[in-house]
């Protein structure tokens, strides 16, 4: 019991999940037609996508852009080149992918140098750049690739709507560094060419040549909108059964099963006539506003399926979700990862951590808030 508590305590999403897909069960008896409202589609892609995901980083895929970081002369070169990594990279590989990648070089390089004073800071800009780069791809999160399969719009028309606040948000981002460095921009690192890329082994280039296949494949899959994805799926069950089927085992299934849950919950609601209009007239024009509340309860993931289907508005709802994760860190799955890496490198430090990350993901939440809105306001 005590392993089971504690097992739950670390992953809080899935009792919640639980708990609301059985109570939503209650009041609103199962049925087959609620099997097949269920979304299989983004529950098949999101599978694809963890289990490859996984791949890329037991086969450290980003060598070739960690091998950079060690012969960056200034502490702000150093910081903006691992804020933007984040950023960038989080547009591919999912913003939970680019902080797991990116916050424990930085903890390393930043003590090297020693200059851990700037770690909370930084890591708390990769937070927001893990946050507001991944906005702009319909695969940069998982409220992203679920809103994208239901929403029906091309993927060319979702960047270019998500396209003005993620530029935005980029800008803004380079203030943030420049400011937590003035008066001390050219601070150098003395790294000395210090080296955290680790080593490509000759005998897994297989495995990296597949992995990268596969994405491309679940990729290919998310933008065409294939009705065969099924099929897909098996294929890269199949390839990394092959290649490696303890990878298998690696896969956040936790994440998929609290998925499913929510789809249940959704789907039990929008089924229920007197709960679905109650919410539809609630969220009538308020998608943006009510999305990052809450987001503040249940996490942006969940929020966008027990939304999604009261939603009118789709573009006020995506820039809520992808704003709620600067208000606090049960806004975004992205920024409990964050605070695990960082306490378990700090043990003890977790209101250190929450003070200064409140501070500047509020702080950049109260300047992008408003131009979030009323860029939202005219629809996707």
């Not at 980003?62 to 150093?78: A, E, S, V």
């Amino acid at each position: 019991m005590k392993k089971l508590f504690l097992y739950l305590k670390k992953e809080p999403m899935l009792p919640i999940a639980m708990l609301a897909a059985a109570l939503s069960l209650v009041l609103t008896p199962p049925t087959k037609a609620l099997l097949t409202a269920i979304d299989w589609r983004t529950l098949g892609t999101l599978f694809m996508m963890l289990t490859v995901l996984e791949g890329f980083k037991q086969e450290n895929v980003f060598r070739p852009l960690l091998r950079l970081t060690g012969h960056i002369g200034t502490m702000t070169g150093l910081s903006l080149f691992l804020v933007f990594g984040v950023f960038f990279s989080s547009m591919f590989v999912t913003n939970d992918v680019s902080l797991i990648v990116f916050v424990p070089i930085t903890i390393l390089l930043f003590r090297a140098a020693a200059q851990e004073p700037y770690i909370l800071p930084v890591i708390s800009m990769e937070n927001i750049a893990a946050v507001r780069g991944s906005l702009l791809t319909p695969f940069g999160s998982p409220q992203n690739l679920f809103i994208y399969g239901q929403s029906g719009v091309s993927a060319w028309r979702f960047v270019r709507f998500m396209f003005p606040i993620w530029l935005i948000s980029g800008v803004l981002l380079v203030c943030f560094v420049l400011a937590l460095y003035r008066g001390k921009l050219r601070l150098p690192t003395n790294l000395g060419g210090t080296d955290v890329a680790g080593e490509w082994p000759a005998e897994r280039r297989l495995h990296r040549t597949v992995y990268f296949c596969l994405f491309l494949l679940v990729l290919g899959v998310i933008v065409t909108r294939t009705q065969y994805w099924y099929a897909a799926v098996a294929v890269v069950f199949a390839a990394v059964l092959l290649t490696d089927r303890r990878l298998l085992l690696k896969t956040d299934y936790v994440l998929l099963v609290t998925f499913f849950c929510f789809f249940v919950f959704s789907s039990s609601v929008a089924a229920n006539g007197t709960v679905a209009a109650f919410l539809q007239r609630v969220m009538d024009g308020h998608e943006y506003a009510g999305s990052i509340l809450l987001s503040q309860a249940i996490s942006n993931v969940p929020a966008a399926i027990v939304l999604y289907p009261f939603s009118r508005n789709t573009g006020a709802l995506l820039y809520g979700l992808d704003s709620a994760g600067l208000v606090s860190m049960i806004g975004s799955l992205a920024s409990v990862i964050n605070y695990r890496i960082y306490v378990r490198a700090y043990p003890g430090n977790g209101g250190k951590f929450l003070k200064t990350f409140t501070l500047v993901c509020l702080s950049f939440f109260v300047i992008v808030v408003l131009p979030g809105y009323y860029l939202s306001r005219g629809g996707m």
